[in-house]
């Protein structure tokens, strides 16, 4: 809902008005257009002063977002401006799989593997490694809307480096969702063993993970309000006169 709007607004007014979305779960991310373009952010008061409402244990937020800023003639065409509150609901959440390579002494050089986790898919994965062999992987998305996953390679839950990375586009599937992808490529070699392995007891394990964070859109609103200017009316006087001709 908006509140705040006048009838009539005339050039140097301030406009004040404010979007409200009610109490849900994922809170609403709220946004304002002027006549279809993002507002300036110094246009943007955010209300700090949120509510929180219990529902069946869950707890509920609602959403509060202003725009305020001078009505200046360049905003209004034939005299109208449109305002646009839109407000989405996203859910945000994380899958993963994970690749383990585990030695059977701290001495061996060969690596068994065990794969876990649904999700996110690893392909390019051996039975086994041995120190000085290359490891290439790539991890595929789960497909989702309206933008791909965002992806990010961990090893023993720290961020690989850059350089390990291979970036891939994103795939659109046939229902218009899409598919992200990221490759992981680096040489098993002693000095990477060496940093990386985790001792446990008489074993060395090195856990590749691949994390997908998901942004599904729930629900998604829409409200437009229509400033006019004011424009005072005029009135046009008529003076007539008659001209006499004298003979």
């Known amino acids: 809902m908006v509140f705040g709007t006048k009838a009539y607004y005339q050039i140097g007014d301030v406009v004040n008005v404010t979007c409200k979305a009610g109490p849900s779960k994922p809170k609403a991310t709220l946004s304002w257009l002027i006549n279809g373009k993002a507002a300036a952010s110094e246009y943007l008061s955010l209300d700090e002063r949120q509510q929180n409402f219990s529902s069946n244990s869950n707890q509920l937020s609602n959403a509060s977002l202003s725009l ?12 109208i401006m449109i305002l646009t509150c839109n407000s989405v609901i996203r859910l945000e959440y994380t899958m993963s799989s994970e690749l383990s390579l585990v030695s059977e002494s701290k001495s061996s050089t060969a690596f068994v593997t065990a794969h876990d986790g ?13 120190v000085g062999d290359q490891i290439n992987l790539t ?35 046939d229902d218009g969702s899409e598919k992200s ?29 691949c994390k997908a ?4 859109v ?30």
């Open 218 to 247: 729930l629900m998604e609103t829409s409200k437009d309000e229509i400033i006019r200017r004011f424009e005072p009316s005029t009135t046009k006087l008529h003076v007539s006169a008659e001209n006499e001709v004298g003979a």
């Open 181 to 209: 992808s990221l490759g992981l490529q680096l040489s098993l070699n002693t000095a990477f063993v060496d940093i990386w392995s985790i001792r446990r007891k008489s074993r060395s394990l090195i856990a590749f993970k």
């Open 213 to 216: 964070k998901y942004n599904n």
């Open 68 to 79: 305020i800023f001078p009505a200046e003639k360049r905003y209004f065409s034939n005299g």
């Open 139 to 173: 991890c595929t998305s789960k497909k989702a809307k309206p933008s791909a996953p965002e992806l990010i390679w961990l090893i023993n839950n720290e961020e690989a480096t850059t350089d390990m990375l291979r970036h891939y586009s994103s795939v659109t599937t």
């Open 118 to 130: 649904e999700g996110t898919v690893i392909t390019g994965i051996q039975s086994a490694y041995n």
